[in-house]
Nanobody, 120 residues
Framework: QVQLVESGGGLVQPGGSLRLSCAASGFTFSNYPMSWYRQAPGKERELVAGISSTGGSTNYADSIKGRFTISRDNAKNTVYLQMNSLKPEDTAMYYC?????????????WGQGTQVTVSS
């Protein structure tokens, strides 16, 4: 079955950097786009970045453009989120996501999340 395991979160000062990783298993990783979402306390989950199956196309939320970079290594079944120039408003739980469209309808798969806290 689809399994996504995030890692790399932590506490970082404003202006600092973190690199999140998401290890995927249970499916042919190189066939599917992948995304990172985040959810801050009291707020809805929002899309941060997405990447195509080959890595040739990416998209980003306006709030993180120029600071975050999504990438993937299909040989390692892993997607990454490099986060630079972190701000307190980036504090959230970050989730890896992959989507499927089945006969019975669409389905989202999520990891357990990794906490990112930006604070001095």
């Amino acid at each position: 079955q689809v399994q996504l395991v995030e890692s790399g979160g932590g506490l970082v000062q404003p202006g600092g950097s973190l690199r999140l990783s998401c290890a995927a298993s249970g499916f042919t990783f190189s066939n599917y786009p992948m995304s990172w979402y985040r959810q801050a306390p009291g707020k809805e989950r929002e899309l941060v970045a997405g990447i195509s199956s080959t890595g040739g196309s990416t998209n980003y939320a306006d709030s993180i453009k120029g600071r975050f970079t999504i990438s993937r290594d299909n040989a390692k079944n892993t997607v990454y989120l490099q986060m630079n120039s972190l701000k307190p408003e980036d504090t959230a739980m970050y989730y890896c996501n992959t989507k499927r469209t089945y006969v019975l309808g669409p389905r989202d798969y999520w990891g357990q999340g990794t906490q990112v806290t930006v604070s001095s």
